[in-house]
Structure formats: C-alpha cells, structure tokens
C-alpha cells in the first residue's frame, strides 16, 4: 500500500511530498490499523485560508483534501507517521 502525503501552501507557497510504502515498513500491521480508522467519508470541511497549508492525501486509490485546520485526529496522525517515516529514511 502506497501512501502519498502532498503539503501546499503556506507564507513561502512551497509543495513537499512524502511517500511511504507500508509494506516496506517496520510494522506494516499498525500502517493498516492507522488507515483504517481514516474518516473517509465526505463531512463539512472548512474554507482554505490564506497562507495556511493545504495537505492532498492518498491511499492507494482513495484521495482526499483537507486544509491545515482540518488535519486533525486520524488523519494527523497519518499525515505525522509519513513524515517521520521519511525524514528518519532520509537520515540513514
């Protein structure tokens, strides 16, 4: 499972990108119970204001959009993991 986390946005309107294969993970089981508790079912979402980020999320085949006031629960937790994930990739 491919898990793609896109930031946009902000005072500088810079895009960084974050990509995790769960599988190639150390505990892939704990990847899957994180996304299954992803709320993915379309609920009021606030207006994007400006200079705040935009974070665009994928898994697998499901996308979603969510400003940075709505990256909350589940999701920021996911959105958190996958960048860990990566900077601690980045520094071995």
Do not use: C, F
Not at 12 to 26: F, H, K, M, P, S
């Amino acid at each position: 499972m491919k898990i793609t986390v896109t930031r946009s946005g902000g005072i500088a309107g810079l895009t960084r990108e974050w990509v995790v294969r769960v599988e190639e993970q150390g505990d892939p089981d704990s990847w899957i119970r994180l996304v299954e508790q992803l709320p993915w079912q379309p609920r009021h979402r606030s207006a994007v204001h400006p200079d705040r980020y935009v974070y665009r999320i994928g898994v697998s085949r499901r996308r979603i959009t969510l400003p940075e006031q709505d990256l909350t629960g589940p999701w920021r937790l996911l959105v958190d993991r996958v960048r860990d994930a990566v900077n601690q990739h980045e520094k071995e």
